[in-house]
């Protein structure tokens, strides 16, 4: 009786790291399906379930020990997959990592809140901006009564802009800095506005502030709409010289291909590969915590500090990053289009009918 329970709990073990693997290496096949795109979020989780498993099939090493061998070696493979695409994302993990201080007229500092529009714990929130007094504050998932909530910050940063959908994805920006040129746009012929605009920066240089919120698949559906969402803004980044600062709720991780061909095309940085992991969703979840917020910026600028705030009553922690502006710096060119780079935009824009914006 007892060696059935033993074989019958090491056959289970077995699965569990066969499937530790199937779901390690998928999402590095090229689809387009959400289901297997959304496999790469829990990265983390799934390395550390593959540790635990890794860790009690040793135990089993004197009674089959040439089994053992082979579901070690594979849950390590799966280990190291995950590694491998987590590894740029652990603390400390770039020599771009700044210390110190910054000229005041060099500074910028950019706070992101997906608000969640069913949430009315707005006061919380209103505290934390005024205590961080971001430069630039882009809230989502506003509704008009967010709208108005959120209004009294418009006395601090008179700048600005708005869009009130009338569904998940309304989006308005607050500046302590003088804005020129600000547009509202649906890239990619998609519902989801975006906010795109000039900031004065303190010294008087000009940049490029780009805030998106692409709208997530749904399972069973295809990620090529949100993709061209934000091929699209990259395309509008890498035709803009100067520095240049994406933010947003991506609904991806960072190291997500279509985000990472994303920051290929624009030529942006991600300051999580230096300063970690930093989990902006899920607020709500013990065990669901990826990083979906991102302030991604062009060479030339340094970040000082990245940080997840207080949760507000949001699934989505707000999420700020204190960022320097080094002017004698010359930003370096967006990386050429690769074939498969060009190959997967225009897969994407052909999804949703889109052109080059």
Same mark, same amino acid.
């Given at each position: 009786?007892?060696?059935?329970?033993?074989?019958?709990?090491?056959?289970?073990?077995?699965?569990?790291?066969?499937?530790?693997?199937?779901?390690?290496?998928?999402?590095?096949?090229?689809?387009?399906?959400?289901?297997?795109?959304?496999?790469?979020?829990?990265?983390?989780?799934?390395?550390?379930?593959?540790?635990?498993?890794?860790?009690?099939?040793?135990?089993?090493?004197?009674?089959?020990?040439?089994?053992?061998?082979?579901?070690?070696?594979?849950?390590?493979?799966?280990?190291?997959?995950?590694?491998?695409?987590?590894?740029?994302?652990?603390?400390?993990?770039?020599?771009?990592?700044?210390?110190?201080?910054?000229?005041?007229?060099?500074?910028?500092?950019?706070?992101?809140?997906?608000?969640?529009?069913?949430?009315?714990?707005?006061?919380?929130?209103?505290?934390?901006?005024?205590?961080?007094?971001?430069?630039?504050?882009?809230?989502?998932?506003?509704?008009?009564?967010?709208?108005?909530?959120?209004?009294?910050?418009?006395?601090?940063?008179?700048?600005?802009?708005?869009?009130?959908?009338?569904?998940?994805?309304?989006?308005?920006?607050?500046?302590?800095?003088?804005?020129?040129?600000?547009?509202?746009?649906?890239?990619?012929?998609?519902?989801?506005?975006?906010?795109?605009?000039?900031?004065?920066?303190?010294?008087?240089?000009?940049?490029?502030?780009?805030?998106?919120?692409?709208?997530?698949?749904?399972?069973?559906?295809?990620? *090529?709409? @949100? $993709?061209?969402?934000?091929? !699209?803004? +990259? /395309?509008?980044?890498? %035709?803009? &010289?100067?520095? #240049?600062?994406?933010?947003?709720?991506?609904?991806?991780?960072?190291?997500?291909?279509?985000?990472?061909?994303?920051?290929?095309?624009?030529?942006?940085?991600?300051?999580?590969?230096?300063?970690?992991?930093?989990?902006?969703?899920?607020?709500?979840?013990?065990?669901?915590?990826?990083?979906?917020?991102?302030?991604?910026?062009?060479?030339?600028?340094?970040?000082?500090?990245?940080?997840?705030?207080?949760?507000?009553?949001?699934?989505?922690?707000?999420?700020?990053?204190? *960022?320097? @502006? $080094?002017?004698?710096?010359? !930003?370096? +060119? /967006?990386?050429?289009? %690769?074939? &498969?780079?060009? #190959?997967?935009?225009?897969?994407?824009?052909?999804?949703?009918?889109?052109?080059?914006?």
């Amino acid at each position: 009786m007892i060696r059935t329970v033993r074989l019958a709990l090491f056959c289970l073990l077995g699965l569990a790291v066969a499937l530790a693997l199937v779901v390690a290496l998928l999402p590095f096949v090229g689809t387009r399906w959400w289901l297997v795109r959304l496999l790469d979020f829990p990265r983390l989780q799934f390395g550390i379930v593959t540790l635990a498993l890794f860790v009690l099939v040793i135990l089993f090493t004197r009674t089959y020990p040439r089994a053992v061998l082979a579901l070690a070696v594979t849950a390590l493979v799966a280990l190291g997959a995950d590694g491998l695409v987590l590894w740029p994302y652990r603390p400390f993990a770039h020599l771009a990592v700044a210390s110190g201080a910054c000229p005041a007229d060099r500074s910028l500092v950019v706070m992101i809140s997906n608000v969640l529009l069913t949430n009315r714990q707005s006061q919380t929130l209103l505290e934390e901006v005024r205590a961080e007094k971001p430069d630039l504050f882009l809230a989502m998932e506003i509704d008009d009564w967010w709208d108005r909530t959120l209004e009294p910050l418009s006395a601090e940063m008179p700048y600005g802009a708005t869009k009130i959908t009338g569904s998940y994805y309304g989006i308005r920006l607050f500046s302590r800095l003088p804005l020129t040129d600000t547009d509202v746009r649906f890239l990619a012929g998609r519902d989801t506005p975006s906010i795109v605009t000039t900031v004065k920066l303190r010294d008087g240089e000009a940049a490029t502030f780009l805030g998106i919120h692409p709208r997530p698949p749904l399972v069973g559906q295809s990620a *090529l709409p @949100r $993709d061209a969402e934000l091929y !699209a803004a +990259a /395309a509008i980044l890498r %035709g803009r &010289d100067g520095p #240049a600062v994406m933010a947003g709720d991506l609904n991806a991780t960072p190291w997500e291909d279509a985000v990472q061909r994303t920051r290929r095309i624009a030529g942006l940085v991600s300051p999580r590969r230096g300063y970690g992991y930093v989990y902006s969703f899920d607020a709500q979840s013990w065990w669901a915590k990826w990083p979906l917020d991102q302030i991604d910026y062009k060479p030339g600028f340094t970040a000082l500090s990245l940080e997840r705030l207080a949760p507000v009553g949001s699934d989505h922690y707000p999420y700020v990053v204190r *960022l320097c @502006r $080094d002017p004698g710096a010359k !930003a370096p +060119a /967006a990386t050429p289009e %690769g074939g &498969d780079d060009r #190959a997967r935009v225009n897969e994407a824009n052909v999804a949703v009918g889109a052109t080059a914006p």
